[in-house]
């Protein structure tokens, strides 16, 4: 019987595969965002996390408006987000129980450094824009109901301009992520907005690099929060609200603090300032 | 880093991870064997009305976009979904059901048509035997055993190279749920893609290295077996 040694591993696999999910017991689903994903900033701060309390965080780095959804559909216990607005939402809309301000970092445009708009060391955003939308340079829009989308859409309108509207050829939503976006821009030598942590932290930057920074209105804020037990009797909210407690104690804020790529710090803490 | 260094550095993490593609993807492949290879085989040997559409449905579905059977099955398992008590969204079990999925019709719409083919040669016999249906189906199974060792092939093939669904259905969580394909993925909206792509060799490497021992074990049993 030639099958038999196919079906012998295909058995041990199901039954390794099933190991994970008897385990789970002390574990939470974390939806969040590909920034502080793909920054590594959950890289760092979860295994100390885990070595105080045991508890394994599983995170879906998604954008904030999907991230937000897959809480609303009882996905996940706890979302760790970036758009204040929407999150005001989500506890509002009772799918939230609390929303717990974490820390901020801030955007930053990124251009080619041929910077074809003229806007290279600028520190007004909206000059910036306008400048973009004048020439006619490429522009790489995420697309995709994220933070940095949300808060890209409301400096354009700041700008009194509306290219997500008008959808002229050169602005150009991919749909993607952080990291995918600062790929297309570098690929198409076109402008891009990013949070400062995915900036430092890509690996591929090739001939991109900031073109305005430090404009107040490219702030960042981060917040977090569990998902609604009343809505979702599954989620784990001690468990889940051991984690929230834990990002927003001294220790855990001095976690978000200690990350540094290269010397440079990505997030800076700020819970309990009611930002 | 790069991925030669991994393996050469023989990196826990990467070992996992390859070890998860290995194993949901032959667990995938597993049940959509068992039930696509006989559900082939059953409607090659079976006359019934609508044999025609069902025959071109099952082969059309041989070009599932993996992003919706992901959006599908996540669609099911999400706890707002019908099967959301189970609550195995974003877990190892939800990736193999979605994999599952993909592949079964590739296995079973190919499976019919060996099986219709060997049909064809072999009635005479089967019939001049008086075997029952089941029997019937089991022996031309087995008559074929090779054929679809090489639809085994496919359909793992296919299983290992998706990433819209387990990246759906698995949540790409470190440690847990990721995989090659959604590592590869993820890699490279970091920018690491001398690493991406290291992993992408890793990955073909491995799809062969399976191939080919699919090809030594049949080289044996011919020999052997006949």
Redesign the interface.
């Given at each position: 019987m030639?099958?038999r040694?196919?079906?012998i591993?295909?058995?041990l696999?199901?039954g390794?595969?099933?190991l994970?999910?008897s385990a789970?017991d002390k574990s939470i689903?974390v939806a969040s965002t590909?920034s502080t994903q793909?920054s590594g900033l959950?890289?760092f701060i979860l295994p100390k996390f885990k070595a105080k309390t045991g508890i394994?965080v599983?995170?879906?780095?998604q954008g904030t408006g999907q991230a937000l959804d897959t809480g609303r559909?009882?996905?996940a216990d706890v979302v760790f987000v970036h758009a204040k607005a929407q999150e005001e939402k989500f506890v509002a809309d009772g799918f939230g129980v609390k929303r717990y301000p974490v820390m901020y970092n801030d955007f930053v445009l990124i251009g080619p450094k041929a910077d074809p708009a003229g806007i290279k060391g600028g520190k007004d955003i909206v000059v910036g824009l306008k400048a973009i939308n004048d020439k006619a340079s490429p522009f790489v829009s995420r697309g995709d109901k994220s933070g940095t989308h949300s808060a890209e859409l409301n400096l354009w309108k700041a700008a009194s301009l509306d290219p997500a509207g008008t959808k002229p050829g050169w602005y150009r939503e991919i749909g993607?992520?952080?990291?995918?976006a600062?790929?297309t821009a570098g690929a198409m030598l076109g402008y891009v907005l990013s949070d400062r942590g995915t900036w430092i932290?890509?690996?591929?930057?090739g001939d991109l690099q900031i073109a305005v920074e430090g404009d107040k209105r490219l702030f960042n804020q981060y917040g977090i929060i569990l998902v609604n037990p009343t809505k979702?009797a599954?989620v784990k909210k001690e468990l889940g609200q051991a984690f929230i407690d834990w990002v927003v104690s001294g220790e855990g804020q001095q976690a978000i603090r200690d990350y540094k790529i290269d010397g440079q710090q990505l997030f800076f803490p700020n819970a309990g300032t009611g930002s | 880093m790069s991925a030669l260094e991994l393996i050469v550095s023989g990196d826990a993490r990467l070992f996992a991870i390859v070890g998860l593609s290995?194993?949901?993807t032959?667990?995938a492949?597993?049940f959509a064997a068992v039930i696509g290879m006989p559900l082939g085989a059953l409607i090659a040997l079976t006359r019934f009305p609508g044999r025609n559409a069902l025959i071109v449905i099952l082969n059309g579905c041989m070009g599932l976009p993996p992003v919706v059977v992901g959006l599908g099955v996540f669609l099911l398992l999400?706890?707002?979904g019908p099967l959301?008590e189970l609550?195995?969204?974003?877990?190892?079990?939800a990736m193999?059901i979605a994999q599952a999925v993909l592949i079964g019709p590739i296995i079973a719409a190919l499976t019919r048509q060996v099986i219709e083919d060997l049909w064809a040669e072999y009635r005479d016999e089967l019939v001049a035997m008086d075997l029952s249906r089941t029997s019937r189906v089991a022996t031309l199974l087995w008559d074929a055993?090779f054929s679809l060792m090489t639809i085994?092939l496919a359909g793992f093939g296919r299983a290992a190279a998706e990433v819209g669904a387990v990246m759906i259905v698995g949540?790409?969580?470190?440690g847990?749920?990721r995989v090659m394909t959604t590592t590869i993925a993820?890699e490279?909206?970091?920018?690491?893609?001398a690493l991406a792509i290291g992993l992408g060799l890793v990955l073909i490497s491995i799809i062969l290295l399976i191939n080919a021992m699919a090809w030594a074990?049949r080289g044996w049993?011919e020999r052997h077996?006949g």
């Open positions: 030639r099958l040694p196919i079906l591993a295909a058995f696999a199901i390794t595969a099933t994970p999910a789970q689903v590909t793909d959950f890289g394994d599983k995170v879906i780095a559909r009882g996905d993607q992520g952080m990291g995918a600062l790929n932290s890509f690996k591929n930057k979702h599954h | 290995l194993i949901v032959l667990s492949t597993f999400s706890r707002s959301g609550g195995i969204l974003f877990t190892p079990q193999i055993r085994l949540g790409n969580i470190d847990f749920t993820l490279t909206s970091k920018g690491n893609l074990v049993a077996a």
